[in-house]
């Protein structure tokens, strides 16, 4: 098994976590993103909009993080990620959407003007962060509910739809917003809970000039939308 990525990659960790989490490692190719070799005709072959991660496995090839991780889940032994439990796993599959749709845009928004935007030299739009921060906010304020009375995001137990959230919330610390997250109690011990992990521990550590991850201290380096 092959995943050509970068650690720093949000996407890429998504990949990167749903493997420790099933006690799975694979060669990580590294494809230099800030050199940028995503858009060179090698990578452009695999993936043809020049994103990362792509999973490989004897000659097989697979794009798009979420779907490389449900892809692992069934692929590789327990432990399950994805609920057997019909009811269950479409929960799980609620708060992907949920993730995808009404949280990471948010998210990406703050990440992007006040990391990325940062490292290439350019003033953040701070009128772009007060967008995110206001769609982060209202994701959490459900997430605050649901957490209220379960440990994980969509239910007693750890799932995709936990491991999703983690890289933007990462990276979210690292542009010290994380407020956006600790300010409410359950959603706080959930992140606590979940960055703790020594899976997580895993994969952040496989960023080069990293500082911390589960206390909320974020990479020293820029993020990597791709």
């Not at 890429?12 to 800030?34: C, F, P, Q």
Request: with cysteine; net charge negative.
């Amino acid at each position: 098994m092959k995943v050509y990525g970068h650690p720093l990659s949000i996407y890429t960790r998504m990949v990167l976590m749903t493997l420790a989490e099933k006690g799975h490692s694979a060669e990580l190719v590294v494809v230099d993103i800030l050199a940028g070799e995503n858009h060179g005709a090698e990578h452009l072959a695999r993936q043809p909009w020049g994103q990362v991660p792509v999973f490989e496995e004897d000659g097989w090839q697979l794009y798009e993080s979420r779907a490389i991780c449900r892809y692992l889940d069934a692929r590789l032994p327990e432990p399950a990620l994805i609920p057997a439990d019909p009811r269950e796993r479409a929960r799980m599959e609620q708060w992907i959407s949920i993730e995808t749709a009404n949280f990471s845009p948010g998210a990406m928004k703050i990440i992007a003007q006040l990391l990325f935007s940062r490292y290439r030299g350019h003033e953040p739009d701070l009128a772009i962060v007060a967008e995110g921060r206001e769609s982060v906010r209202r994701a959490v304020a459900v997430m605050e509910r649901e957490l209220a009375s379960h440990d994980f995001i969509s239910g007693d137990r750890f799932t995709l739809a936990d491991s999703v959230f983690m890289p933007f919330i990462d990276y979210l610390a690292a542009a010290g917003e994380l407020s956006l997250i600790t300010e409410h109690a359950h959603t706080a011990a959930w992140w606590r809970r979940i960055s703790e992990r020594p899976t997580w521990q895993q994969v952040i550590g496989k960023a080069a000039g990293r500082t911390s991850g589960g206390a909320g201290r974020g990479a020293a380096a820029p993020p990597m939308p791709t």
